[in-house]
């Protein structure tokens, strides 16, 4: 019987990462409540369950060399559900023996007057920063125990194809590929490092495989940081529309936080679009030798992408 690479999530991170471990060759299977979306790839094996159910979980992993943690709550519910979800995942990748590769953000660092390295102290102090790092503190204690072998892949704010809720994801290309204006988060000058999801979800099942991953963290590959007002500016470009830019400020997050709860929450994290934001990843490139897509081909993948579906992104199961 081969081993199976098992996904959490069938949201944007989990289906690259998903389509990465299908090109290797490997079996993999994908774990969601809600059931794949209708538009999911084939060639996996699908299988449903609920996280915290531990049997369900238990069966969903069975004969896993890998678990990739993919899956997460609604952004405004991570104090509550985000570490039960995790400690449910890292419980049935434990029973399993398999590595576990855990999909992370840059929130545990807080605000830093650097590039981001992997070996800065977690010293948030945002609500979602500091369970990031707990979370985070959590899975490499059970590694250093030697429970299961554990690693994280650390992206910045993703773009790209099937990302809605993000800084760049569906209010953004959505009236940008239809020839309205495009809000920019925070400074639009500000230099920034951005994540192509599938960039993503490759070194993802690079983590899973490559026996130096485990026992860190991994800052995965980005292109040279860019600022959201040049990002944008660019992607006008691509989709032959004139360029309209305004800035979403902290005070029309708080504004909007009044009646979205995604927003109310974006407001909290606000100062990584109001200074520069870098992220340092040339350990991964000297471990592994891969880098990003080039920005010009991510944005016109994602331009094309979002402008065939009419600047929509298809609801995302988890």
Same mark, same amino acid.
């Given at each position: ?150 690693? +994280?892949?650390? %992206?910045?704010?993703?773009?790209? $194809?099937? /990302? ?6 569906? #209010? =953004? *290309? !959505? ?35 490559r026996d130096e991953a485990p026992g ?50 974006? +407001?909290?994290? %606000?100062?990584?679009?109001?200074? $520069?934001? /870098?992220v340092d990843h040339s350990a991964w490139? #000297? =471990? *592994? !030798? ?29």
């Open positions: 019987m081969s081993q199976i690479h098992v996904v959490i999530g069938a949201g944007p991170v989990g289906r690259w990462t998903a389509t990465a471990l299908l090109r290797r060759g490997r079996s993999v299977r994908v774990v969601s409540r809600r059931g794949l979306p209708a538009d999911f790839p084939a060639g996996f094996e699908e299988r449903r369950a609920d996280v915290l159910d531990a049997a369900a979980m238990r069966n969903a992993v069975a004969g896993a060399v890998a678990v990739y943690q993919c899956a997460q709550p609604a952004y405004h519910r991570w104090p509550e559900e985000f570490p039960p979800l995790q400690e449910a995942v890292l419980a049935a990748a434990r029973e399993a023996g398999a590595r576990l590769v855990a999909a992370e953000n840059l929130y545990a660092y807080g605000p830093v007057d650097r590039a981001m390295t992997e070996d800065l102290p977690l010293a948030a102090s945002t609500r979602k920063g500091r369970v990031r790092a707990a979370m985070t503190e959590r899975l490499f204690a059970a590694h250093a125990r030697g429970e299961l072998a554990v690693t +994280v892949g650390r %992206a910045s704010d993703l773009f790209g $194809p099937w /990302v809605a809720v993000s800084a760049l994801g569906e #209010r =953004t *290309f !959505g009236p940008l590929v239809a020839g309205r204006t495009a809000e920019a988060p925070g400074d639009p000058d500000q230099p920034r490092s951005w994540t192509y999801v599938e960039d993503f979800g490759e070194a993802l099942a690079v983590l899973g495989e860190r963290a991994w800052h995965v590959p980005n292109d040279p940081p860019t600022s959201a007002g040049t990002l944008l500016r660019q992607a006008f470009t691509i989709a032959g529309r004139p360029v309209r830019i305004t800035r979403m400020t902290r005070f029309k997050l708080m504004v909007g936080g009044l009646f979205i709860p995604a927003a109310r929450e974006m +407001v909290e994290m %606000a100062y990584a679009f109001e200074r $520069p934001f /870098v490139t #000297r =471990t *592994f !030798g891969t880098e990003a897509t080039p920005l010009d081909a991510a944005l016109r993948r994602t331009v094309d992408w979002f402008a065939l579906r009419g600047g929509r992104a298809a609801p995302a199961a988890a």
